[in-house]
């Protein structure tokens, strides 16, 4: 159970920021004793492998931060957010961690299946996000979105970490992530609305 909520804690935070999860996974193995990622996922922890994925992980803070520039990241954030929460569910349940003593041997013999769930989670909250963004770009004139990609980069770090620390805190992040997604999704379908009662008024 405790390798399934840290896998679902790390891909959630890859739908938010693709780079906060594996950087959070390599660093804490390579220079930490509180990660021992399983050798198919080593690669995460290698120095040059790291500095790549520090590289990304700041293009994409300050592209998700620029009004229009994040719509724009968004669309290519499509294929990688659910390729990065695939590759996090998949090493952090294969990973002895200080929560996770003992990965269960399901998610050690088909690879496969842990990368598909993480790329679906991912891919969920992504597609949120990414909805969600023009509206608060529209109903703030842009002012909204650097503070709401700052909460969204903050909340990835603090998922990731709570996925390998301490997993069960991962189901107050999936009720989070829940509440947040039906109020953008009802924002959203709200501002739809009032656009076509002003266009049909007109």
Not at 130 to 156: F, Q, W, Y
Request: no cysteine.
């Amino acid at each position: 159970m405790l390798e399934l909520l840290a896998g679902t804690g790390l891909a959630l935070a890859a739908g938010l920021n693709a780079w906060i999860p594996l950087v959070v996974l390599g660093a804490l193995d390579r220079f930490t004793g509180l990660v021992e990622l399983p050798p198919a996922w080593a690669w995460l922890a290698n120095e040059w492998v790291l500095l790549i994925l520090v590289v990304l992980l700041i293009v994409e803070i300050v592209a998700d931060k620029v009004p229009g520039l994040d719509s724009v990241n968004d669309v290519v954030q499509t294929i990688v957010r659910p390729t990065a929460g695939g590759l996090a569910f998949g090493s952090g349940t294969g990973a002895t961690t200080v929560a996770v003593t003992d990965p269960e041997a399901f998610f050690a013999s088909d690879q496969w299946i842990p990368i598909a769930i993480g790329a679906a989670l991912a891919l969920g909250v992504h597609l949120v996000k990414a909805l969600a963004r023009p509206v608060v770009n529209a109903t703030t004139a842009g002012l909204g979105a650097p503070v709401v990609s700052t909460v969204e980069d903050v909340g990835s770090a603090v998922l990731a970490f709570a996925a390998i620390l301490v997993p069960v805190l991962v189901v107050v992040g999936v009720v989070a992530i829940v509440v947040a997604a039906v109020i953008a999704l009802r924002t959203r379908a709200a501002r739809r609305a009032a656009k076509r009662a002003a266009t049909d008024s007109a």
